[in-house]
């Protein structure tokens, strides 16, 4: 599997914007980019995917360099409750399993 | 929808104990997956299933045991448990195997092991 490199932390102050980056050199070109966050003491979340272009939704816009090595999460306005390990895992869509593996992710904490 | 419902919750057990943490979802979804994490890691996935009757091994998954004898249930056994299976253990299943597909998490089972 395909691995991401991600910053152990972040700050951030409330209702600013935030920027997640995650780097996968080694990205396939069967490799979704998928985001996912966990919240203190409950289970992961799903926040966004993407395969090649830019994405948005209501959590969040997933930002793909033109050769796919990185990507980087933007939640547009911080809040406190956006406070969570935030995780980007790379999923192939050829993998039987369509299991995710997790790396350490990165710990974001926002300031009021 | 309850979505993905795991027992028990909260459990201690003494060394060489056996217990079954149960996982049940009622969306349908074929594919089902166990994941552990110890305090200050990331997830580590066990075993998964991509549907009822077939299991594969994850990253971690000695010391357990699954079965998939239906589409919504996919049990994890602990034979014999030791203090390196101290950890918070979540299900999670998914429609799709593909790369589009998103993963639907479970609370968590804090399992204790002394």
């Known amino acids: 599997d395909a691995k991401t490199t991600q910053p152990n932390s972040m700050e951030s102050n409330e209702e600013e914007p935030v920027h997640l980056p995650c780097n996968h050199s080694?990205?396939?070109?069967?490799?979704?980019i998928h985001w996912y966050r966990q919240l203190p003491s409950q289970g992961p979340e799903y926040v966004i995917h993407g395969l090649t272009s830019n994405v948005n939704n209501r959590m969040a816009s997933l930002a793909i360099a033109e050769d796919r090595k990185s990507s980087t999460l933007i939640l547009h306005r911080a809040t406190l409750r956006d406070a969570a390990v935030y995780y980007c895992?790379?999923?192939?869509?050829?993998?039987?399993?369509?299991?995710?593996?997790f790396g350490q992710g990165t710990e974001l904490s926002v300031k009021p | 929808n309850a979505g993905v419902t795991q027992t028990p919750k909260f459990r201690i057990l003494k060394i060489g104990q056996s217990m079954t943490l149960q996982c049940a979802q009622d969306m349908n979804h074929n594919y089902m997956y166990w994941y552990r994490q110890d305090p200050g890691m990331g997830l580590k996935l066990i075993y998964y299933?991509?549907?009822?009757?077939?299991?594969d091994k994850g990253e971690v998954p000695n010391g357990y045991n699954v079965s998939r004898s239906t589409t919504e249930d996919f049990p994890l056994r602990l034979e014999l448990a030791a203090p390196s299976q101290t950890s918070v253990y979540f299900c999670?299943?998914?429609?799709?195997?593909?790369?589009?597909?998103?993963?639907?998490f479970g609370e968590g089972s804090r399992l204790t092991v002394l």
């Open positions: 080694t990205i396939s070109g069967t490799d979704y």
């Open positions: 999670a299943s998914s429609r799709d195997r593909g790369g589009t597909g998103e993963l639907f």
């Open positions: 895992i790379l999923r192939d869509i050829d993998n039987q399993g369509g299991k995710l593996i």
């Open positions: 299933s991509v549907g009822a009757g077939i299991t």
